[in-house]
């Protein structure tokens, strides 16, 4: 019996699916999409698998090639969402207020 993934494993490994199938969707090789985002094609299969050990700038590389970044920020944009807009005002903050013992 496999040990269950944890809530973020399980995040990381279905992100890195999505990944893996536009890349095959858009006709691409890895080999092609490890040498246009510059990094070696074990940290592309890392990306693809999911692995939560790659660094976010080896993500994000290859979500450029696969156009796929501005999905990403708009998707992590909190102003896009209801709440992120009523409470907008707390962003101009340097530091979130002290609460009081």
Request: net charge positive; no cysteine; glycine share 8%.
């Amino acid at each position: 019996m496999q040990p269950s993934l944890s809530l973020n494993e399980d995040s990381a490994a279905t992100v890195g699916d999505h990944l893996r199938q536009w890349r095959i969707l858009l006709g691409l090789s890895q080999e092609l999409v490890a040498e246009r985002a510059n990094i070696s094609l074990p940290t592309l299969r890392r990306v693809e698998r999911g692995d939560t050990g790659v660094r976010l700038g080896s993500f994000l590389a290859v979500t450029e090639v696969l156009n796929l970044t501005g999905r990403i920020t708009e998707a992590t944009d909190p102003l896009s969402t209801d709440l992120g807009r009523l409470r907008a005002h707390l962003l101009g903050r340097k530091r979130a207020k002290r609460t009081t013992q």
